[in-house]
């Protein structure tokens, strides 16, 4: 099973962008943390709407021959998808304020796909 690497990033944001995701950043952390390379972070309207993201991320890095190495939160306010060196984190608006990573995580640079 192979890791989600920078290539993968565009597929991650298209998944998202399928399903409505609100505000999806990108942080490249590679150089802050040897956790991962890249957070990605987004929201959805409603349990419903982020289970529906996290399904789709996980059918369509599938088909990249990538799987989720840890799923965490399904049908909660955070869920938490970790592909190896991106992890994704799905927020309700309520703890993506709460909670503020882009806040946490001010050193890292944000990724721009365009």
Excluded: C
Aim: aromatic share 10%.
């Amino acid at each position: 099973m192979k890791e989600a690497g920078k290539e993968n990033l565009k597929s991650i944001w298209k998944a998202i962008d399928d399903k409505f995701g609100i505000d999806t950043v990108i942080l490249d952390i590679s150089g802050i943390t040897p956790m991962a390379d890249y957070f990605v972070i987004t929201s959805g309207q409603n349990p419903n709407q982020m289970q529906a993201i996290a399904d789709n991320l996980q059918d369509e890095l599938i088909k990249e021959g990538i799987r989720s190495l840890h799923l965490e939160g399904y049908g909660s306010s955070w869920i938490l998808m970790d592909f190896g060196n991106i992890i994704v984190h799905i927020f309700s608006k309520e703890d993506r304020e709460f909670y503020d990573l882009e806040r946490l995580w001010a050193d890292a640079a944000r990724v721009s796909l365009e």
